[in-house]
């Protein structure tokens, strides 16, 4: 149980488009989202967190106008990089809970901006 | 706010020994620890956790103490396996607030 996925699993784009990331709790119902942002060698930095109709909560640094989050339903939340750019290229990973403290992580998708 | 220390950030043990990592945490009212596995080019698994009113929690060759008073908290892997190689992290949380997690540990298992 506690499955969580991500799609695309990896993605290369142009500078200056726009891509969106899937995350979705497979078996469970998932009241809160997270957003995390990791670079090579480094921890988990949280991007934002979401919670099912309501609008994402940011971390202090994090551009909301860049960075789009939907949480729609209780099993999906999306994240768009717009406009992105070379230094947008990183390793995203979401993480749900479904009332409980313990996060489950997807598997990640890394981002390729030439 | 929550800041968590993590040490050792590299470990390297023999197969079959035990590796620790430690963890220290700032924040008393903190009462979530759970620790993830994460291999290269995936995302973090978890693979165990305690809670606040538990001193000890064993999971087969896995097993997390927890001293509140110190603030801090450990993970112990007996009879590690080249399997068992990945980076470790560490991490708390006050309830349901966001996790605070630490630098990682790069175990690697040698055969």
């Known amino acids: 149980g506690a499955v969580v996925s991500q799609h695309p699993s990896w993605v290369i784009c142009k500078s200056g488009t726009s891509v969106k990331i899937e995350c979705r709790s497979l078996?469970?119902?998932?009241?809160?989202m997270f957003w995390y942002r990791q670079f090579p060698k480094q921890s988990l930095m949280l991007m934002a967190t979401?919670?099912?109709?309501?609008?994402?909560?940011?971390e202090q640094g994090v551009e909301k106008d860049k960075f789009l989050i939907n949480h729609a339903s209780l099993t999906l939340s999306t994240l768009t990089v717009t406009s992105a750019h070379p230094e947008d290229s990183s390793f995203y990973i979401c993480s749900a809970t479904g009332g409980e403290e313990t996060q489950y992580f997807g598997p990640g998708t890394r981002l390729l901006v030439l | 706010g929550e800041n968590v220390e993590q040490h050792p950030s590299t470990l390297s043990v023999q197969e079959g020994d035990s590796a620790v990592i430690k963890c220290t945490y700032s924040?008393?009212?903190?009462?979530?620890f759970p620790w993830y596995k994460q291999e290269l080019g995936k995302g973090p698994q978890l693979i165990i956790d305690i809670r606040s009113n538990v001193g000890e929690k064993k999971d087969q060759r896995i097993a997390v103490t927890l001293n509140k008073t110190a603030k801090h908290f450990s993970l112990h892997i007996t009879e590690t396996q080249p399997e068992d190689s990945a980076v470790y992290f560490c991490?708390?949380?006050?309830?349901?607030?966001?996790?605070?997690f630490g630098k990682g540990t790069m175990l690697l298992v040698s055969p």
């Open positions: 924040d008393s009212a903190s009462n979530y």
């Open positions: 991490a708390a949380s006050k309830g349901y607030s966001t996790l605070t």
């Open positions: 979401s919670n099912e109709g309501s609008k994402a909560t940011y």
């Open positions: 078996d469970f119902q998932a009241t809160t």
